[in-house]
């Protein structure tokens, strides 16, 4: 299935906001996780800096690593599921559901879509 040019580029743009937010959501976590100002700024800096460095390094488009489909598959399921739990921490427990079911689907449109256009 391949999806329309109009509906690839929208799914595209959603998956880079998803990769901003799931970046977010983790240093908003980290910070809110700790009393003290040091561990405070560790976590709200380290978190979304690890996220960041594993997504660049095994699930961006460009990235250093190549891994099968399946290993990118489960880079971005550890970082989305990072965010969905960081946010499920932070109290808001619908918002978690809402971000891990929009970066399910969005990334099976996508994985699917790749994989169409790959093979066109």
Request: aromatic share 8%; hydrophobic share 65%; glycine share 8%.
């Amino acid at each position: 299935m391949k999806l329309p040019t109009p509906l690839y580029v929208l799914n595209e743009g959603l998956a880079f906001l998803l990769e901003l937010a799931a970046f977010a959501l983790l240093g908003w976590w980290g910070w809110e996780s700790a009393e003290a100002w040091a561990p405070r700024l560790l976590l709200a800096v380290g978190a979304p800096a690890a996220a960041i460095v594993l997504w660049g390094l095994f699930a961006a488009p460009k990235a250093r690593v190549r891994l099968p489909p399946v290993g990118v598959l489960a880079v971005k399921a550890l970082v989305f599921g990072a965010a969905a739990v960081a946010l499920h921490g932070l109290g808001r427990h619908d918002g978690a559901v809402v971000l891990a079911a929009v970066a399910v689907v969005n990334t099976a449109l996508a994985t699917v879509d790749r994989r169409a256009r790959a093979a066109a």
